[in-house]
């Protein structure tokens, strides 16, 4: 189930809140089975089949986790279940993958196995390897079934995170009946999940609808030319976000409604000043985990600059191998791990030559542009569906297939004497791939928002008091308001704008 | 204080949720569900919605109709009267769908059949209709048409457009005609847009299209035949099957030899299949009837005729209205190749004459059908 689809806003979550709202004073437990329940019939929404597969995940490692928290626990179950964890990814979104590379490469003709991969996989492995890990580490104490059931298939965060710590959801499940107030808690979810409904559906879609044509041109061969590769990079990189944390926020949003905190995932990650601070901004959990169970336990910066970089290298290939099985996926993540590399290089640099980390405003605001602009150009790698297609793109972006204006846009530069040979005039409204060129408003108007506005949890007043902050009045109501009903109306009476959240994929 | 945001907010959502659908159930653009009350009748060009209020309202409810024009936006236009009475029938209601495919056809005539009332089918074929790619594109609301229960209406109701048309009709603005005979009739388009078509610098563009001395015909099995042959059997003779209470004049719709020139053996190929298929299932259907004009040089040789490659001028029309009528321009599985051949060759002699700088034409345009009348 989709939060941005009309069953799940109209019905499944309105029918949830009124069986929670009636049962979560009167009994523990009986709210968390309404929320078990619950997010066990959303997830089973899509593909019923696959609950089994995530029931035998949740009572395999809550079998394994209870031994691990047992005094004297053998190493050996904790490698057996991030074996199994890792071995279970590993079939459903790899297999495909490595066969399809070795059948390049060595031309086997081996038959690609047709494997559907569940959804969320990727989500409910990491959590409860973290939760593993934890157990044998001795950080989880007398964790009940049914909590740990509930903390891995909470459905606000169940398809696409935010990835959550058992240490920051399993305690909060005991809370509910000490809940103060459910209107005050109603209000403030209802407003957050509507900021990021409105996120996904009125600028995320809008912006999918006018590049994706371009990307599907990249796929079917035909050369992207200059603006038509801005719009797609420019335009994949807010939409990514804007997709993202916007379903982050309902995420946080619907948690709220319940009286659960989950935790941030998206704090303006655009105005990072540099890779480092860009990665401590975007997909907040994923970037925890992978530094506590990964970079970490790899030895992170605590054997010399050396194995700090081959750490982070590590890191972040297979940070983007987590992302999707696909080479493109890889090569975005060594991209990013060659910028953060060159991030501490340059730092270290810095540091010798005995210059201020922190620059002047001017500084950061080229900083800032900067990993801007390589965040922006990697993206187009996670979003193409192929290096060449990706290729095609990077080509279109230096011009090397060649400049295409509007009909308009031509006849303007025409009449200013300024129309060179090498730009060509599209013939109609469509240039090349882009039905309209409109899409660079929405681009504006998106980087605007990205690096002008607060973001939702500075809206909501999440991080310190300020004077816009969250309030129940009456504009803030216009807000909640106009940021439910416009998406809504989007939702019922133009559903084939509906499109999946991005990160559904992974 | 947060009892009253919420209570606001989710009043807010309750009415986004039902006014738009309260306001289309009142006004009905489409008539869809039915016929105007409080407001004079205003019917829109937007066929693919306006055929489902023209068959659940008109032809569904009313004795009007007998008779129902298929097929695409080369079929518009024909006089309800005139072509049902060369149909054999009362009045034909015009149920075209712009760019429709073989499926969209085929739901159209499946809805309009299911009244009862219809006796009599023009059912125009056209040479692209079951072009897959083609076929992508085309966006039908099949609930309106397909679905008998009033909850398939639901994405009428909750609909964009349907929403704004309702809007503009309670504000006056919206663009309609005032009764069905003015539907989809765009009164002089004809004439300007053929102009432009046979300018000098356009013919120029067109004789630049055409290759000397390339092949007409001589491809075999195009390349998308089991579409095609899907397309004839499930799209128009399962549907013919199932109303045997109907006859069904089916019309190979003539196109330029032009279109035919430029587009190869291959798509000749097609051209050849679907007559094939056509005559092939009516031999057997003694209810139905295949036309078809490729023959006629002065329908397709003539470029006057047309206002593109395809979409041809009234007098056409009127030819083949009167066809209908006096059963000429049948075509039966045994003459077929020979038609074939003659068609072939003479959209060849045409290709050189305009190739040689002639305009393609000899006299005034439709001569020859003047002659066989």
């Avoid at chain 1, 890889?330 to 060159?342: K, M, N, P, Q, R």
């Avoid at chain 1, 980390?357 to 990993?371: D, N, P, V």
Wanted: hydrophobic fraction near 50%; proline fraction near 4%; include cysteine.
């Amino acid at each position: 189930m989709l939060f941005n689809s009309v069953v799940f806003v109209l019905l499944f979550l309105p029918a949830v809140f009124l069986l929670f709202a009636y049962v979560h004073r009167r009994s523990i437990e009986a709210s968390l089975l309404v929320l078990l329940i619950a997010s066990i019939v959303f997830y089973a929404w899509w593909r019923p089949v696959y609950l089994l597969l995530l029931g035998a995940s949740i009572g395999v490692n809550y079998a394994i986790g209870l031994r691990l928290q047992a005094a004297g626990a053998s190493r050996g179950w904790l490698i057996l279940g991030v074996a199994l964890n890792l071995g279970c990814l590993a079939f459903f979104k790899y297999t495909d993958f490595f066969i399809g590379s070795l059948d390049d490469a060595f031309g086997f003709g081996i038959a690609r196995p047709e494997i559907v991969l569940p959804l969320a996989i990727s989500f409910y492995t990491f959590t409860q390897i973290a939760y593993l890990v934890d157990s044998w580490r001795g950080l989880v104490k007398d964790a009940r079934f049914s909590d740990f059931a509930l903390f891995v298939t909470f459905f606000p965060h169940l398809i696409a995170g935010p990835i959550v710590h058992h240490s920051e959801l399993m305690p909060q499940f005991r809370k509910f009946m000490r809940r103060e107030d459910l209107w005050q808690d109603l209000a403030f979810g209802l407003t957050w999940f509507s900021i990021g409904l409105f996120k996904k559906v009125v600028i995320a879609d809008t912006i999918a609808a006018k590049i994706d044509p371009v990307y599907a041109a990249a796929k079917a061969g035909q050369l992207v030319t200059f603006l038509e590769a801005w719009a797609a990079c420019l335009g994949y990189t807010m939409q990514l976000y804007f997709d993202f944390s916007g379903y982050s926020d309902m995420a946080v949003g619907l948690g709220l409604m319940f009286g659960v905190k989950l935790p941030l995932n998206f704090a303006s990650p655009y105005k990072a000043v540099n890779i480092v601070e860009f990665w401590r901004r975007w997909h907040i959990t994923l970037s925890r985990f992978l530094r506590e169970y990964l970079y970490v336990p790899l030895g992170g910066n605590r054997k010399g600059p050396v194995r700090r970089y081959v750490n982070l290298m590590i890191t972040m290939v297979l940070g983007g191998l987590w992302h999707g099985a696909g080479w493109t996926f890889v090569i975005w993540g060594t991209l990013h791990g060659v910028y953060l590399c060159l991030n501490h290089l340059w730092r270290g640099i810095k540091a010798m030559l005995g210059w201020r980390q922190e620059g002047g405003y001017f500084a950061r605001l080229g900083a800032g542009a900067l990993t801007f602009m390589v965040v922006a150009l990697a993206w187009v790698l996670f979003r193409a569906d192929s290096l060449a297609s990706a290729g095609n793109i990077f080509h279109g972006l230096v011009g090397g297939n060649g400049v295409l204006v509007s009909e308009k846009t031509g006849a303007w530069l025409a009449q200013h004497g300024a129309l060179p040979a090498w730009i060509a005039v599209a013939p109609d409204k469509h240039v090349g791939a882009l039905t309209t060129i409109d899409i660079f408003s929405w681009i504006a108007v998106a980087l605007a928002l990205v690096w002008l506005a607060p973001n939702t949890q500075q809206l909501m007043g999440e991080d310190g008091a300020r004077w816009y902050r969250w309030k129940p009045t009456f504009i803030w109501t216009s807000f909640a308001t106009i940021a439910s009903i416009v998406p809504l109306y989007y939702m019922l009476y133009l559903p084939n704008r509906i499109v999946r959240f991005i990160y559904y994929n992974f | 204080m947060h009892r009253r945001m919420v209570r606001i907010v989710l009043w807010m959502v309750a009415a986004t949720v039902v006014l738009p659908a309260l306001l289309v159930l009142a006004i009905d653009p489409y008539q869809v569900l039915h016929r105007p009350f409080l407001r004079t009748a205003l019917f829109i060009s937007n066929d693919r919605y306006q055929d489902a209020g023209l068959i659940h309202q008109y032809l569904g409810r009313g004795d009007e109709y007998d008779s129902i024009v298929i097929g695409t936006s080369m079929s518009e236009g024909y006089p309800p009267t005139e072509i049902g009475a060369a149909l054999g029938g009362r009045s034909a209601l015009g149920l075209t769908i712009r760019g429709g495919n073989a499926d969209a056809l085929a739901l159209v005539a499946e809805s309009a059949l299911a009244t009862g009332k219809v006796r009599h089918v023009f059912w125009e074929v056209y040479r692209g209709y079951w072009d897959p790619l083609w076929m992508e594109q085309v966006q039908m609301p099949a609930d309106l048409y397909s679905d008998s229960t009033r909850w398939g209406f639901r994405h009428y109701l909750f609909n964009h457009d349907a929403v704004l048309s309702s809007t503009r009709i309670v504000r006056g603005t919206q663009a309609g005609v005032p009764n069905i005979e003015m539907l989809y009739m765009t009164p002089g388009e004809f004439t300007e847009a053929s102009r432009e078509f046979n300018s000098p610098a356009s013919l120029a563009k067109l004789r630049a299209e055409l290759v000397p001395g390339a092949p007409i015909v001589g491809a075999d099995r195009p390349t998308n035949a089991s579409q095609i042959e899907s397309a004839i059997r499930d799209d128009i003779f399962a549907v013919v099957d199932a109303h045997p209470e109907a006859r069904f004049d089916i019309v190979f719709a003539p196109t330029s030899y032009m279109d035919i020139a430029r587009r190869g053996p291959v798509d000749f190929a097609r051209r050849s299949l679907v007559l094939r298929l056509l005559t092939a299932g009516a031999a057997t259907r003694p209810q139905v009837t295949v036309f078809a004009f490729d023959t006629m040089s002065c329908i397709g040789g003539d470029l006057r005729n047309f206002r593109d490659y395809n979409h041809f001028s009234p007098g056409v029309r009127d030819l083949i209205v009167a066809a209908l009528r006096s059963g000429s321009s049948r075509i039966v599985s045994a003459d077929l190749d020979a038609y074939l051949d003659r068609e072939g060759r003479e959209v060849r002699e045409w290709r050189d004459r305009f190739l040689a700088g002639g305009p393609g034409y000899e006299g005034k345009p439709l001569a020859c059908a003047e002659a066989t009348d």
